[in-house]
């Protein structure tokens, strides 16, 4: 089921599916990226368990663009809580890609009671510094060509699944009206703060919440050592690492990503 709600002020798209533990999958932060875009080998899996949710962050996929909107962690942070509020989940895990991570991680600092678990994968974190693969994220101009470019190069280590269609929906999604434009502002803009991800040692530790790290072993866009960092740091945290995999463990590794998650998230609690 795909429906619209207001999430206090943002009009927020979102997927859901299942029944049971509420589970909240938070995408990353591409170009053309949405919760579709990121999730669609996931959300029915996980849903033979649990009550999956997949929202389109403020500034990507389907959710309005409301004038005036300061892209910035808490921004999405006070939009992923809202939209909780107005699902009426007191409470819910987090599965995070990329940014995603980011905000669950930025969630449970600031809301620790609305987090069960959460799952990190290819989340930035402590150790992060711009790479090769992130710069060339940030610096994609629209074509097909560049998409096509961008997907083949940065995020995966199997080459066959950045197919046609892939490359033109993406792409497609890239050029939405107010897409790209939301897109450079949120991490170009001076006026705004979508790049100011940084997380220190302390905050790091401070989050006592269940978590499992998922991350590439060939991921150029947020190294894997960042994974062994924040599991050194994380006071009750796991870590899998996927070989032969980029920064896509959630499409690259669908039916090892979607086991290993669904096992840890239907834990004890």
């Known amino acids: 089921m795909t429906s619209t709600i207001d999430a206090r002020g943002i009009r927020t798209h ?3 599916a299942g029944t049971g533990r509420p589970v909240l999958l938070l995408h990353g932060s591409g170009p053309g990226v949405s919760a579709w875009a990121n999730w669609r080998l996931n959300l029915s899996a996980l849903a033979e368990r649990f009550r999956v949710v997949a929202p389109d962050l403020v500034g990507f996929g389907d959710t309005e663009r409301p004038a005036g909107v300061y892209y910035s962690l808490d921004t999405w942070v006070d939009q992923v809580v809202a939209l909780m509020d107005a699902l009426e ?3 819910a895990s987090l599965v995070g890609n990329s940014l995603g991570g980011r905000i669950g991680l930025r969630l449970a600092e600031l809301h620790p009671e609305r ?4 799952v990190l994968m290819g989340a930035p974190g402590v150790g992060m ?3 090769e693969g992130l710069r060339a994220l940030r610096a994609y101009q629209p074509s097909e060509e560049n998409m096509r470019r961008l997907l083949l190069d940065c995020f995966a280590v199997d080459k066959s699944i950045i ?11 890239s050029v939405a009206p107010g897409a790209f434009e939301a897109y450079r502002e949120m991490f170009f803009s001076p006026e705004h703060a979508g790049s100011e991800l940084g997380i220190t040692e302390d905050q790091v530790r401070a989050v006592g919440h269940r978590t499992l790290l998922v991350h590439g072993r060939e991921d150029k866009v947020v190294p894997v050592e960042v994974a062994w960092n924040m599991v050194r740091l994380l006071p009750d945290a796991d870590l899998a690492v996927f070989a032969r995999c980029g920064h896509w463990t959630q499409i690259e590794r669908a039916g090892d990503f979607n086991k290993l998650v669904a096992d840890f998230l239907g834990g004890t609690p």
Do not use: F, I, S
């Not at 987090?115 to 959460?118: A, F, N, Q």
């Not at 197919?163 to 999604?173: G, N, Q």
């Open 14 to 16: 979102y997927h859901e």
């Open 89 to 91: 989940m007191p409470r």
């Open 115 to 118: 987090v069960d678990r959460m």
């Open 129 to 131: 510094t711009p790479t």
């Open 163 to 173: 197919t046609d269609e892939l490359v033109r929906t993406r792409y497609e999604a």
